[in-house]
């Protein structure tokens, strides 16, 4: 007891494909095609982690300071805390859009969905609730709203100079792939270069190597002049 937990889903922390357009975006409409962790990361570069226990702020302080967020702040979305802006910030954060920068949520209460697109173009909705932290890469369509209960807490994590427009879709299409850093949003050879940068330098060598070898075999002087 005491030690901080942290898995790549939480007991209540799940993705699925939805069910075609939901007419009400704060149900779950869950389709019974589930998405694990791994697919989420390794398919469109979303991460996934849970924190509790007395030490959970202190993972999230490292997490920041590995990813250069200096700057923090706190969000409670609820009817209670927005008033009669509730509804319309909701319609706000469910339009579609990307950042050019990684968002980076740690839900401290309630419970909300992160609808993210899959690299074919369809919805997959992540459950997020307290303890649960997500990253969404830069360059990535997503949307947010709050389940049924009406009630999410988050703390935000920014860079010092975040670049935070949401750019809606399709203006978000003219943006240039290469000035965003979602991995997913590269060529995936170069997603690979970018991620494994020591495989890359040990391949690069190699490639030397070979071609080296295949020149010093074309400057040999030839053999059957005689």
């Not at 030490?55 to 300071?65: G, K, S, V, Y």
């Not at 919805?123 to 949307?143: E, K, M, N, Q």
């Not at 792939?177 to 590269?186: I, K, N, Y």
Request: one cysteine or more; hydrophobic letters at 35%.
């Amino acid at each position: 007891m005491g030690h901080p937990c942290h898995f790549w889903f939480s007991p209540d922390m799940r993705a699925f494909y939805l069910q075609d357009e939901p007419d009400n975006p704060k149900n779950y409409n869950d389709s019974g095609t589930s998405v694990s962790a791994e697919e989420l990361r390794n398919t469109i570069a979303v991460e996934t982690w849970h924190f509790e226990g007395p030490d959970a702020m202190n993972l999230i302080d490292e997490m920041a300071e590995k990813r250069g967020y200096t700057s923090r702040d706190r969000v409670i979305i609820s009817p209670q805390s927005m008033g009669d802006k509730f509804e319309t910030m909701c319609k706000k954060f469910y339009q579609e859009h990307l950042h050019e920068d990684e968002e980076i949520r740690y839900i401290t209460g309630g419970e909300g969905f992160f609808d993210v697109r899959s690299i074919d173009d369809k919805w997959i909705r992540i459950v997020v609730s307290t303890g649960d932290f997500i990253i969404l890469p830069a360059g990535i369509y997503h949307r947010f709203t709050p389940s049924n209960k009406n009630h999410t807490e988050a703390t935000r994590l920014f860079q010092s100079y975040p670049k935070w427009n949401s750019i809606s879709r399709p203006e978000g299409d003219k943006i240039e792939v290469s000035s965003l850093s979602a991995p997913f949003s590269f060529h995936p050879v170069v997603w690979f270069l970018a991620t494994f940068p020591f495989l890359t330098s040990i391949a690069f060598a190699l490639l030397v190597c070979i071609h080296a070898n295949i020149s010093m075999e074309w400057l040999k002087p030839p053999t059957n002049l005689l």
